[in-house]
C-alpha cells in the first residue's frame, strides 16, 4: 500500500501532537499527580513526571505525560472554572472509548478515570499515547497521492464505527444509557433552536435572531429522513484521526469523542463532507478541499460509494441534502455561540474594532444557514462533479 506523505515540515492541523508547556490555569501540579499515578496506575514506573499541553483538545484540555524512564501516557481533563452541567463530560468519553476498544474499534486504550478534583482540579482520564500523523481537515499537509488513500480509509473508520449495535454494547436499553435510540434529529433541532434562542437573549443585543431559521426549520420538519440509531462520533474530521507512524494510510486510533452519543449516522458522514460544500474562501474560515485536477482529494460521490460499500448499505445515500444543509445549520448555531461570547466580553465598554469583530461572526453564521436553506431546496450542491441531488419542492426528501 502507498505510505502516507505529509509535506514538509510536517503539518498537522489544529497543532497535531505538538506540545507546549502548560501555563496559567491550565498548569498542573506535576508532583501531585505523579503520586496520585504512582498509586493507581497500573505500570507506572513510580518516576518524576513531565507535562506538556497538547495544541489541540481546546475544549477538554489535553497533556502528554512522559517518565523519566520514557513512558507515555495522554491525560485528558475538563477545563477550569465553572462549566454548564452536562458539558466537557470526560467520563462519557471515557466510557464510549472503553466500550470501542474492547469491542475491537482502534481507540486509544483507556486506562484510569479519576473523579477526585483534587488532583488536577477537575475530573480527568489517562489514556494510552498514540503516536502518528494527523492530517488537517483539508488535507493540504498530506501530499496529493496519498490523499485518496487517506480519505479513504478515514472513510471506511467510519463505517466500522456506524456497524456497531448500540444494544450489543450495553449502550441502550438500561438505567445507565449512553443515548437515546430515535429521534435523533428532531431532538438536535429542539436543541439548537433553543440554544439559539439563548444566544441571542445572552448577547446584549449584538447579535440578532437568525434571518433564516423559521424557513430552515420548516424545510427540515418537512423534508425528515428515516431515522436510525447507530453509536456516532459527534465530530468526525481528518483532524481527529491518527495515522500509522509508519507511514502507512491506515488509521491507528481515533480521538475527541466529547460528542458522542446514539444518533444518525448520516451526521458523521457529513460533517466530514462538509469541505466540498464551502466557497474558499468563506466567511466561516473552514476548511474547504481543493478539487482542482492533480489535487488528490477523491469526489464526494467516491467517497459516499466507499462508505456505502463498507457500511453495508445502497448508494446513492437516500436524503444526502437533508444530512448536509443540517451540518451547516448546527455550524451555524455554534459561530453564532462564538458571536455571543464575544459580544458579552465585549459588554462594557464596546469598541468600534470589537462590534466589527461580533458583526463578522454574526455574517458568518447567516452564511451556513442561508446557504443550509438553499442545499434543502436543491439551489447549491457539493463543489465538485458529484453534487448532491437535488430536491424538487414538492416531494419529501
Request: overall charge neutral; aromatic content about 8%; charged content about 20%.
Amino acid at each position: 500500500a502507498a505510505c502516507l506523505q505529509l509535506k514538509p515540515p510536517m503539518s498537522m492541523g489544529s497543532a497535531g501532537q505538538q506540545t507546549t508547556d502548560a501555563e496559567g490555569r491550565h498548569k498542573l501540579d506535576e508532583a501531585l499527580l505523579a503520586r496520585y499515578l504512582a498509586r493507581e496506575l497500573p505500570g507506572y514506573d513510580k518516576s518524576a513526571l513531565m507535562v506538556k499541553k497538547f495544541g489541540y483538545g481546546q475544549s477538554n484540555p489535553t497533556y502528554l505525560l512522559t517518565t523519566s524512564i520514557g513512558q507515555r501516557y495522554v491525560l485528558r481533563k475538563k477545563p477550569p472554572g465553572k462549566l454548564i452541567k452536562g458539558a466537557h463530560a470526560v467520563e462519557r468519553e471515557f466510557r464510549i472509548m472503553r466500550v470501542l476498544g474492547e469491542a475491537g474499534y482502534t481507540v486509544p486504550r483507556t486506562l484510569l478515570l479519576c473523579n477526585d478534583e483534587s488532583v488536577v482540579g477537575t475530573s480527568f482520564y489517562i489514556m494510552s499515547f498514540v503516536k502518528g500523523p494527523i492530517p488537517d481537515n483539508a488535507l493540504t499537509s498530506v501530499v496529493a497521492e496519498s490523499r485518496k488513500s487517506v480519505m479513504f480509509s478515514i472513510t471506511r473508520a467510519l463505517a466500522k464505527l456506524h456497524s456497531f449495535r448500540p444494544e450489543d454494547l450495553g449502550l441502550v436499553g438500561n438505567h445507565d444509557s449512553f443515548g437515546k435510540a430515535g429521534g435523533f434529529y428532531e431532538r438536535q433541532m429542539a436543541t439548537l433552536v433553543r440554544t439559539s434562542k439563548a444566544q441571542v437573549d445572552g448577547s446584549n443585543g449584538m447579535v440578532p435572531a437568525l434571518r433564516g431559521m423559521e424557513e430552515i426549520l420548516r424545510l427540515f420538519k418537512a423534508n425528515m429522513p428515516s431515522d436510525i440509531s447507530t453509536v456516532i462520533h459527534g465530530d468526525w474530521k481528518p483532524d481527529n484521526i491518527i495515522f500509522a507512524e509508519s507511514g502507512a494510510p491506515e488509521v491507528t486510533a481515533v480521538i475527541d469523542w466529547e460528542l458522542s452519543t446514539i444518533g444518525h449516522p448520516m451526521s458523521d458522514l457529513a460533517n466530514m463532507c462538509l469541505p466540498y460544500y464551502l466557497p474558499d474562501p468563506n466567511p466561516v474560515g473552514y476548511p474547504v478541499f481543493d478539487l482542482t485536477q492533480g489535487s488528490g482529494i477523491p469526489s464526494q460521490e467516491d467517497v459516499h460509494k466507499v462508505y456505502c460499500d463498507a457500511a453495508g448499505t445502497s448508494y446513492p445515500i437516500a436524503n444526502w441534502n437533508f444530512y448536509i444543509a443540517f451540518s451547516m445549520f448546527r455550524l451555524s448555531i455554534i459561530s453564532q455561540g462564538v458571536a455571543m461570547r464575544a459580544a458579552k466580553c465585549q459588554a462594557s465598554g464596546v469598541s468600534e474594532t470589537a462590534e466589527q469583530a461580533v458583526r463578522m461572526i454574526v455574517q458568518a453564521a447567516e452564511f451556513l444557514c442561508d446557504l443550509g436553506i438553499k442545499v434543502l431546496l436543491g439551489g447549491a450542491g457539493s463543489n465538485d462533479a458529484a453534487a448532491a441531488t437535488t430536491i424538487p419542492s414538492t416531494s419529501k426528501l
